[in-house]
Structures are given as structure tokens and as C-alpha cells.
């Protein structure tokens, strides 16, 4: 069987489909006195006054945005172009290869920091399931969250695919 993309694997089970699972599904745990910080870097919930719409976000502001969270001492960054529109129009998350529009943001980031943070990619856009996978596949990806409530359609082959990927 082949692996679902996660919006159509998502389609197929609407009925089901919870993106937020109840906090009873974690358990309390002992916090450490010590903890990881990675930051989300996006700008999809942002509104250009303009148009009412999402702002217009490059790639340049990617990496300036990433860069400013590694300076302030973030251990990792989370990089999601889902909804973000960069200032040519193009839908990072639909209108590049997710290979590219990464590969975009880590090269310079990688210049400036080396390997002092941790490349914590979306892999949750594309067409198909191998174009989702594709940056953890390239070797971009250091960690690829999968969050609680993706169609198992989706997340099942995924977590089997980064695994797979190191």
C-alpha cells in the first residue's frame, strides 16, 4: 500500500481527525531542571494589514528570523512553511520542493552557525508521501515532529520513513 500525503490521508478520516489530543493523554511527568528549547519559525499567523491575508514572508526573513532565535540560545529550530506566501507570491509550502525552499533557509544557516543547532523540519507538505518525506530523506532534517492526531495513514509510514532516514 502506498503511504498517504498527511491532507489526503486527513480527508479520509475527517470525521475522526483531531489535531489537538486531550491533555489526559499525558501523563504528568517530572520536569528537569535542564530543558531543550526549540522555536517554531513561521509566519502564517501573521495578517498583512493590506490584503487581510497572510504576510509575505521570504526566505530571506526565514533566515533572519531562524538566525535571531539561535542567537537568543534556542537549541533547535523548527522550520514550517506551511501557509507562508513569500514576496514573489509562491506558496513556500506548495509552490517549491520542500528539498529547495529547506535547503534555502539551512545553507545560510548552516554558514553562519555550523551545526550549533538542531534542523527540526515540517515534513507534512507535498503532493505525495515520498515529496513529505523528501527533506528528511536529503539528509536536511535532524528531527521531524509528528504531532498527536495526524491520520495514521500519514504518521505510521512517516515515523517508519524518518526512522529509516537516521
Not at 6 to 29: I, S, T
Not at 140 to 163: K, N, Q, S
Request: net charge negative; with cysteine; hydrophobic share 45%.
Amino acid at each position: 500500500m502506498t503511504p498517504l500525503p498527511l491532507w489526503e490521508a486527513a480527508a479520509k478520516e475527517m470525521q475522526e481527525y483531531q489535531f489537538v489530543a486531550p491533555a489526559e493523554l499525558q501523563p504528568a511527568w517530572a520536569i528537569p531542571a535542564k530543558i531543550a528549547i526549540n522555536v517554531a519559525v513561521a509566519g502564517r499567523f501573521e495578517t498583512n494589514s493590506a490584503t487581510g491575508s497572510g504576510a509575505a514572508m521570504s526566505l530571506e526573513d526565514y533566515v533572519d528570523e531562524a538566525s535571531k532565535v539561535i542567537e537568543a540560545g534556542a537549541c533547535g529550530v523548527h522550520i514550517d512553511f506551511t501557509w507562508v506566501t513569500d514576496k514573489k507570491g509562491r506558496r513556500l509550502d506548495r509552490d517549491l520542493p520542500p528539498v529547495e525552499a529547506y535547503g534555502a533557509v539551512l545553507t545560510p544557516l548552516r554558514a553562519r552557525f555550523g551545526h550549533d543547532f538542531v534542523a527540526n523540519l515540517n515534513v507534512l507538505n507535498g503532493a505525495s508521501f515520498d515529496v513529505c518525506v523528501s527533506p528528511a530523506r536529503a539528509g536536511l532534517a535532524e528531527v521531524a515532529p509528528c504531532a498527536p492526531g495526524h491520520p495514521d495513514a500519514f504518521m505510521i509510514p512517516a515515523v517508519t520513513a524518518l526512522e529509516e532516514s537516521g
